[in-house]
């Protein structure tokens, strides 16, 4: 997302280049139900569901590699709230 930032100013097109919803004609950004969803967060979510949808804490490489993931999702979004994975 490097290319948001032009010369130090917003890139406006640059950061609506990272929501694909904003392509079409008609976007809905009423209430957060039309909340617009950026291109890395669609594509993870696909790699997920592609790779690692199983159960958690499965003794399989899948099930390791996927309870990796959401520890590691969980602990980040701990640091973001500045709070302890228990918490969360």
Same mark, same amino acid.
């Given at each position: 997302? #490097?290319?948001?930032? !032009?010369?130090?100013?917003?890139?406006?097109?640059? *950061?609506?280049?990272?929501?694909? !919803?904003?392509?079409? +004609?008609? *976007? =809905?950004?009423?209430?957060?139900?039309?909340?617009? *969803?950026?291109?890395?967060?669609?594509? @993870?979510?696909?790699?997920?569901?592609? &790779? +690692?949808?199983?159960q958690?804490g !499965? @003794?399989? @490489?899948?099930?390791?590699?996927a309870?990796?993931?959401?520890?590691?999702?969980?602990? #980040?979004?701990?640091? =973001?709230?500045? #709070?302890? *994975?228990? &918490?969360?």
């Amino acid at each position: 997302m #490097a290319d948001i930032l !032009a010369d130090g100013n917003l890139d406006v097109d640059a *950061v609506r280049s990272h929501f694909p !919803a904003l392509k079409q +004609t008609q *976007v =809905f950004l009423d209430n957060a139900g039309g909340s617009q *969803v950026l291109s890395d967060a669609i594509n @993870s979510i696909r790699t997920y569901l592609e &790779e +690692t949808n199983v159960q958690l804490g !499965a @003794s399989y @490489s899948v099930g390791q590699k996927a309870t990796q993931k959401y520890n590691e999702g969980l602990q #980040a979004a701990a640091d =973001f709230m500045n #709070a302890d *994975v228990s &918490e969360i």
